[in-house]
């Protein structure tokens, strides 16, 4: 008969705005047990979902509005992964580079000052990593007509991914924390990356894109203002 209050992680559910959510109980392997609660059907006692809404406004994980990756080798330069389940960024064959590119619609916090930005990818590959996140200016392209050929520049550093493969799950979120002083939106509130390579470790970073099925997958960018 006592409550049970249990903290949901905020960035996940922030994905969820204007949307229905669902919340599913699941089992974990590690135990055997068994969990009984009241239902909606009980007076007084059906579940709760209770939102603390004190901080601001602007706080939102946007998802992306445009995702693909690009390859260096001459026969694939004119490829385009845009439907591609998969963001790539790798330098691990000396003939053949890929870099990813992705957007988001940060239109709800133009005119905001930006306190704090995280770039959170799901790794679906295990391995070291060295990458760089770059500001990409030109937020004009098309995810389905972008290639190796016309792939706009990339810009300044805003975030570095430094991970070993103990550190970096299949299937668990990466939170990239970017600099602020950096990131400036255009006009219309767009905002584009890149995902770059290092030349100090040749490596594979491979994380899910916008068009895999999985919604908790899919990645996002989170914006804290003042």
């Given at each position: 008969?006592?409550?049970?209050?249990?903290?949901?992680?905020?960035?996940?559910?922030?994905?969820?705005a204007g949307k229905l959510l669902t919340i599913k109980i699941d089992n974990l392997e590690a135990d055997n047990n068994t969990l009984q609660v009241y239902s909606r059907e009980v007076p007084q006692k059906e579940p709760e979902l209770i939102l603390d809404i004190s901080g601001s406004a602007s706080d939102a994980a946007m998802q992306a509005i445009g995702d693909t990756y690009v390859q260096s080798l001459s026969e694939r330069q004119k490829n385009n992964y845009g439907e591609s389940a998969v963001l790539i960024a790798s330098n691990y064959e000396s003939n053949n580079t890929k870099t990813a590119y992705i957007k988001f619609d940060a239109s709800r916090v133009l005119g905001k000052t930006i306190k704090k930005a995280t770039l959170q990818l799901t790794a679906n590959l295990s391995r070291d990593v060295q990458k760089q996140i770059r500001i990409v200016s030109d937020t004009s392209w098309n995810e389905n007509a972008l290639s190796y050929s016309n792939k706009p520049t990339m810009g300044e550093i805003?975030?570095?991914?430094?991970?070993?493969k103990n550190d970096l799950k299949v299937d668990a979120p990466i939170s990239i924390p970017?600099?602020?002083?950096?990131?400036?939106?255009?006009?219309?509130?767009?905002?584009?990356?890149?995902?770059?390579?290092?030349?100090?470790l040749s490596s594979t970073f491979s994380v899910y894109s916008e068009e895999v099925q999985n919604e908790s997958f899919k990645p996002k960018l989170i914006i804290e203002t003042y």
């Open positions: 008969e006592t409550p049970i209050f249990i903290e949901l992680d905020r960035s996940a559910i922030q994905a969820y805003v975030g570095v991914i430094n991970l070993g970017l600099n602020t002083s950096k990131i400036e939106l255009a006009p219309n509130g767009v905002i584009a990356f890149g995902i770059d390579n290092t030349s100090s």
